[in-house]
């Protein structure tokens, strides 16, 4: 006596528990997102209801291989030792206290040199203007 088996194979799929899942981690990154803070540096805009074309009077270059060049006015660039900076800026504000520095640096170059003379800038209390450019 030849005994047959009725199962059936259902072809059919389930997408409830699938469903669950999708929404749980999509419920998860919008919650984890909003607890990460990126790091940046906070930077205080000028707020002038007016145009001014004030010039900056000092330039600081930075090029590509760390070499820093100063100017006062229209003088032309000369090399100094990045020790010789804040020496060179203090002789210039003598000069014009209410001068502007102007700090053009190569674009290749890391942030983080930026940041050193950005330092030196704060610790005196130049006013700056930054520009990033290819240099030589």
Partial sequence: MALKRRNK???????????????????????TSTVVFPNAIKVLLPQSKQQTSAKPLTRLTIDKNLHYYVAFGNEKEKEVAFDQITAFLQQCRDKEPEMYVALYADET???????????????????MVLATRPIR
Avoid: G, Q, R
Wanted: net charge neutral.
């Fill in 9 to 31: 194979v259902s072809a059919t799929f389930s997408m409830a528990s699938m469903t669950d899942i999708i929404f749980l981690l999509l419920i998860f990154f919008m919650i």
């Fill in 109 to 127: 170059i890391a942030y983080s040199e930026i940041v050193k003379i950005l330092n030196i800038a704060n610790e005196n209390k130049f006013k």
